[in-house]
């Protein structure tokens, strides 16, 4: 009796998970704003790296995206990239990644466990690029809508083996060579602590001065993940600040500016709240696209750790389309790659997460950069 009760709970447990949550959503009637997208020589060697990470983001949040805001003909920002691929994202012996074993992959080029930040699966410290960049006399940036202690920026400084431990991760980020760092997160750490060494960034307001190279800075707006509002910070609004603040005083720069909602979205199964998110990341690389075409010297690449929530455009319904929720959690499929700027054909095709941290590698030509510090020449 108690097996066939089990069997009976097993099978309405099923029967209530797939029950898949479906949304409308209006068709947008949006004009396309076409950017210029410049040529760039094939031998090329860019300066400036910017990895643009949409967490969450499959081609199908993409898609939905553009429906809501412009309609089936519509370009997004992000559709006028001229090189794209794709990516698997599979994590150490998982074939569903989180977005910190996903993260340890671009950052160190390494498989990981899931929940771990720059360790291997073996919880043996990894070398991020950010560390090796470092020696080359590079600038280094994060920008997140989340904490800036979560799992995507944290991967780029932090090594431990629990994502979780976050007031940890804050106190790695203080000691670490991160130049900037602009996000959530007031509640990890100990701000009299951060002020002793870093200038602290608490209101929207501080993004319109001007910061020398005393100090490194630490931007944090909220006391986790950022709440939406006229008095905090966008995600376009604080890269414009990084770029800003990271270009033309050092060898060179590598930023990671996420959009790290568009994920808890797609937990959330909130298509209203996606859409919102990937506005604000899709303006994000508006501005991106124009610093590359102007700059000539920085290499753009976009791409997601993993698709959240198993989104899929199901059919029209007159001037709204209906969508569908598959799950809360993450699924395996692969993601976009998108790049623009010099070196930018190396990000076309089909590749896996790590090949990111290789691919950048190679297009800086790093074994041939020099050991230096901020300002020195390499040349």
Same mark, same amino acid.
Request: hydrophobic share 35%; proline share 2%.
């Given at each position: ?42 031998? *090329? ?15 199908? #949040? ?11 003909? #519509? ?13 698997? *994202? #599979? ?47 590079y600038l280094k940036g994060i920008v997140a809508t989340s904490s800036v202690t979560h799992a995507t920026p944290a991967a780029f400084y932090a090594h431990i ?50 910061? +020398? ?49 568009? +994920? ?41 750790? #993993? ?73």
């Open positions: 009796m108690k097996k066939v009760t089990a069997i009976i709970f097993t099978l309405l447990v099923l029967i209530a998970c797939s029950k898949e949550k479906t949304e409308i959503v209006k068709m947008g009637s949006k004009g396309s704003n076409l950017l210029e997208i410049k040529n760039f020589s094939q031998s *090329t060697k860019p300066k400036n790296i910017i990895l643009a990470i949409a967490d969450g983001a499959g081609l199908n #949040h993409i898609t939905v995206s553009r429906l809501a805001i412009g309609g089936p003909n #519509h370009k997004l920002y992000i559709d006028q990239l001229p090189v794209a691929g794709n990516s698997s *994202t #599979h994590a150490y012996e998982n074939l569903i990644t989180d977005s910190a074993a996903a993260a340890t992959a671009w950052s160190t080029g390494n498989k990981t466990k899931n929940r771990y930040l720059a360790v291997d699966q073996d919880k043996k410290e990894l070398t991020t690029i950010f560390e090796m960049l470092d020696n080359k006399g083996d629990s994502r979780y431990e976050e007031k940890e991760i804050a106190a790695q980020l203080l000691n670490s060579s991160v130049d900037l760092a602009l996000g959530g997160g007031q509640e990890f750490f100990n701000l009299e602590e951060v002020e002793k060494n870093h200038y602290l960034l608490t209101q929207k307001a501080s993004l319109e001065k001007n910061y +020398d190279g005393l100090k490194n800075i630490v931007g944090l707006f909220d006391e986790d993940g950022m709440e939406r509002g006229p008095d905090m910070p966008t995600q376009r609004e604080m890269t414009n600040f990084a770029l800003n603040y990271l270009d033309d005083k050092c060898n060179g720069f590598f930023l990671m500016t996420e959009g790290s909602q568009i +994920d808890w979205a797609g937990h959330s199964n909130d298509v209203e709240y996606m859409i919102r998110e990937f506005k604000d990341f899709d303006l994000t690389i508006k501005d991106l696209i124009n610093f590359v075409s102007a700059d000539k010297n920085t290499l753009l690449i976009i791409t997601a750790d #993993h698709e959240t929530g198993g989104l899929q455009l199901m059919k029209q319904k007159d001037d709204s389309f209906i969508v569908q929720w598959g799950t809360g959690s993450h699924t395996g499929v692969p993601v976009g790659v998108y790049a623009y700027g010099p070196g930018s054909q190396n990000f076309n095709g089909m590749m896996d997460n790590t090949d990111i941290f290789y691919k950048i590698l190679e297009v800086l030509d790093y074994q041939n950069l020099k050991n230096s510090t901020c300002g020195e020449n390499n040349d």
